[in-house]
């Protein structure tokens, strides 16, 4: 007998293949962009399932709100008009096809030497008596402390090697009169 | 009940979506959104495995994936813009320069 998470998880998986799948197909980059979007909340839809509530709405705000709106800004620059046009693939596709379905089977026929380890202390009784985000943030601050920093500094050099890959170079554009630019004309006179 | 070998599966497949994308797609843009497919297939493993270990570590691993895809795609899409400045593509086999 079907149950109805099991009904549930099914229409997930099934929208989350299958939009996967057209996004990875789109002639279109934006209709690319907008079928993973469609595809990050049914993701969202399926951490519910897990009891991961807090990494649902995280998956919601980060991914889709920030990652996806980032993608849609560099979409703007493919001339879509050409982009419809030109040939999708590369030459070597049938290679990828091949490899991609090969690592699908192989993953998944050794799906039954898989076995769960020991158990943790945070059943679903422990969290609903502490609440999600406390148990999570209790985790987070302490145990996990030092890879937090980390990860606070690995998004600021992000951030930086971010704006300093994007600059427009000011010496190769004339009529500015910074003083990086001032700089570099006196080194060529 | 959902056993845990659906969620696996579904991952497996996911992550063979984003592996072909990567490898069979001209434009770069694609190809990144490939790897973010990639990554998403990762955190389900690991949203997975944790509730059914009843365990949180996993959802912690997984913040901090969702952090460096954020870094990931910042500084990726930077590269894209500063390659389409200087060579006027987003396609991977048009950037050749260091082919012999």
């Known amino acids: 007998m079907i149950s109805l998470s099991q009904l549930l998880f099914a229409y997930l998986a099934t929208a989350i293949t299958g939009l996967a799948l057209l996004a990875v197909n789109a002639r279109n980059p934006v209709h690319s962009v907008l079928l993973v979007l469609a595809m990050f909340f049914h993701m969202a839809g399926l951490y519910l399932t897990l009891n991961a509530e ?68 945070w059943t679903i009784e422990a969290i609903q008596q502490t609440t999600h985000i406390k148990a999570l943030g209790r985790e987070l601050f ?48 | 009940m959902i056993p845990v070998s659906w969620y696996l599966t579904l991952a497996a497949i996911l992550f063979s979506i984003g592996v072909y994308g990567f490898l069979a797609r001209r434009n770069v843009i694609i190809m990144f959104l490939s790897i973010e497919l990639m990554l998403n297939a990762a955190n389900l493993n690991l949203v997975a495995v944790s509730h059914y270990l009843t365990d949180l570590r996993g959802q912690i691993l997984t913040f901090f994936i969702i952090a460096v895809a954020a870094a990931e795609a910042a500084i990726g899409l930077g590269i894209v813009v500063a390659l389409f400045r200087n060579k006027a593509t987003v396609y991977a086999d048009e950037i050749a320069q260091m082919k012999g």
Not at chain 1, 99 to 111: K, P, R, Y
Request: glycine share 8%.
């Open chain 1, 54 to 121: 807090f990494l649902a709405a995280v998956q919601i705000i980060v991914y889709a709100g920030a990652i996806l709106v980032l993608y849609l800004f560099v979409v703007f620059l493919v001339n879509l008009k050409e982009e419809i046009r030109v040939k999708r693939f590369v030459v070597s596709q049938h290679y990828a096809i091949l490899l991609a379905i090969g690592l699908c089977v192989l993953l998944v026929s050794n799906m039954d030497s898989f076995a769960l380890g020991i158990s943790g202390p």
């Open chain 1, 142 to 189: 302490t145990t996990y402390l030092l890879p937090f920093e980390i990860t606070g500094l690995i998004l600021l050099v992000a951030v930086i090697g971010g704006l300093v890959l994007a600059r427009e170079d000011k010496a190769t554009t004339k009529g500015n009169s910074d003083d990086e630019n001032a700089e570099t004309k006196g080194v060529h006179q």
